[in-house]
């Protein structure tokens, strides 16, 4: 994330317990990353495409989720 510009300004604990759909997997052992924000439209109508999308800053997280898995492939093999 850091080469394509991205901040993370916030990590949770490793031991902490998961939230909404993520919670079932962690519940059955699975590994699962999170990307949240505090938005105060997240879920909401008016949080959708193409107003409230900002193409160019979802590519760079695409393209930062592409490259971290590719690194996690390469882990693994």
Known sequence: MQKEG???????????????????????????????CASDVFHNPIDRWPESIDVANLARYARAFANGVLQLMRQDG
Request: aromatic letters at 6%; zero cysteines; charged letters at 25%.
């Open 6 to 36: 991205i901040v993370v300004n916030e990590k949770a604990r490793h031991d902490s317990i998961a939230r909404g759909e993520t919670r079932a997997v962690q519940q059955a052992g699975g590994r699962f990353f999170t990307v949240a």
